[in-house]
């Protein structure tokens, strides 16, 4: 659809010089060396250890696998995992 409400938001966005993907709910995912990881716009944990964790997003779960794992920071805006992070898998069709 041409006015979507998605397309209707991302329009706005571009006119008021805005980036699309924090006005249009997209999550933004930062993986800074192998010991932060950062997501914007999430939408809480659904899992929660030292060796794993599962990060809520409207694009899917993201999936964070390592050792010391914990959350160093969480609000309505950002959440910010460090720890020793060996990977991260990414909601499908979601590029890096």
């Known amino acids: ?12 966005s571009e ?11 997209v999550s ?3 993986l800074t060396g192998s010991s932060r ?6 939408r809480g944990v659904g899992a ?3 060796e794993f964790m599962e990060l809520l ?15 160093l920071l969480m ?4 959440l910010v995992v460090v720890g020793q992070i060996d990977s991260v898998t990414l909601p499908q069709g979601q590029d890096g």
């Open 57 to 71: 997003t409207a694009q899917g779960p993201i999936a964070v696998r390592g050792r010391g794992l914990s959350l």
């Open 15 to 25: 006119r008021l010089n805005l980036p699309a993907d924090v006005t249009a709910g």
């Open 75 to 78: 609000n309505q805006r950002e």
């Open 1 to 12: 659809m041409a006015n979507s409400p998605r397309n209707l938001v991302i329009k706005a």
């Open 37 to 42: 990881l950062s997501v914007e716009n999430h």
């Open 28 to 30: 933004r995912v930062e």
């Open 48 to 50: 929660f250890g030292p």
